[in-house]
């Protein structure tokens, strides 16, 4: 075995542990107790800013029916600490900070609209379930601006149309986009492209885990200038839903080795984004 692999294989399988103790602080392995039908918009709290990486989620108004889960909007699945569930993104940040030099916030993350000037001092941002995002036309305007001045976007958390749960899937998502980028085109990313080897490497899909999704796990981009040989700005997790694996890693509902091909995925991204 290569020093590379072996190197690989042991933070591999360090990954749940870590995130483990980032989740202790929650407690807990119970599932969340809710209602559907009932809607609440969490509180949000941002982190002054102090130059550490923060993981900036952005917030949206969702279409209809897009407070379907334990009454939250659409864009904050996953966000909220609750019993025997936890914050996404602080499990993957605690993976962060144990496998490199980041430094990253372990303990809050923030949430950011696309017009907020502040979005702009996070270098990477997180959209979850875009088939009920809207935009109003400011949010357009700061969409094209972040990603032209040099943000990556994340996309993560739907599928394909016809799913009544997703409010347009794929083509609100690409309306939305080519809105803020008129004449944006989508592009497949296969494992060749560099993101799937700025950290681990990942040589196939077929490791990527699925929750609920039945058909395949499909990774497309939109790059600049619609160049698949210049920058990705957005990174599109489709049919498929990582997150739900960091935010469930230490609560026994998902497995082990699945939780660390989907950590192995967001480590990617993050090292992609930070270094393009």
């Given at each position: 075995m290569s020093a590379r692999l072996s190197r690989v294989g042991v933070v591999a399988g360090a990954m749940v542990l870590a995130a483990a103790a980032?989740?202790?602080?929650?407690?807990?392995?119970?599932?969340?107790?809710?209602?559907?039908?009932?809607e609440r918009d969490p509180s949000v709290k941002n982190p002054p800013y102090d130059g550490r990486f923060t993981f900036a989620r952005i917030r949206y108004?969702?279409?209809?029916?897009?407070?379907?889960?334990?009454?939250?909007?659409?864009w904050a699945h996953g966000y909220l600490p609750r019993a025997g569930g936890n914050r996404a993104e602080l499990s993957l940040m605690k993976i962060m900070d144990e496998i490199s030099y980041l430094g990253?916030?372990?303990?809050e993350s923030g949430v950011y609209a696309f017009d907020d000037p502040d979005l702009f001092k996070h270098p990477i941002a997180y959209l979850t379930e875009p088939g009920f995002w809207t935009m109003s036309e400011s949010e357009s305007e700061g969409l094209r601006a972040y990603l032209l001045k040099g943000g990556f976007?994340?996309?993560?958390?739907?599928?394909?149309?016809?799913?009544?749960?997703?409010?347009?899937?794929?083509?609100?998502?690409?309306?939305?986009?080519?809105?803020?980028?008129?004449?944006?085109?989508?592009?497949?990313?296969?494992?060749?492209?560099?993101?799937?080897?700025?950290?681990?490497?990942?040589?196939?899909?077929s490791?990527?885990?699925?929750?609920?999704?039945?058909?395949?796990?499909?990774?497309?981009?939109?790059?600049?200038?619609?160049?698949?040989?210049?920058?990705?700005?957005?990174?599109?997790?489709?049919?498929?839903?990582?997150?739900?694996?960091w935010e469930f890693s230490a609560t026994g509902f998902r497995p082990i080795s699945e939780s660390n091909e989907a950590y192995k995925l967001g480590v990617n991204y993050i090292m992609y984004g930070l270094t393009h």
């Open positions: 980032a989740l202790a602080q929650f407690g807990g392995g119970q599932l969340p107790r809710g209602l559907l039908g009932f108004t969702p279409g209809p029916g897009g407070y379907y889960y334990y009454g939250l909007p659409a990253p916030h372990v303990e976007l994340i996309v993560d958390d739907f599928r394909h149309d016809g799913d009544p749960r997703q409010g347009g899937g794929w083509a609100n998502m690409e309306a939305n986009f080519r809105r803020a980028l008129p004449g944006a085109r989508f592009i497949p990313v296969d494992v060749s492209h560099p993101i799937f080897d700025s950290f681990f490497h990942i040589e196939s899909f490791i990527i885990p699925q929750s609920y999704d039945q058909l395949r796990p499909e990774f497309w981009g939109l790059f600049e200038d619609n160049d698949p040989g210049k920058r990705l700005m957005v990174m599109v997790n489709y049919s498929t839903d990582v997150s739900d694996f």
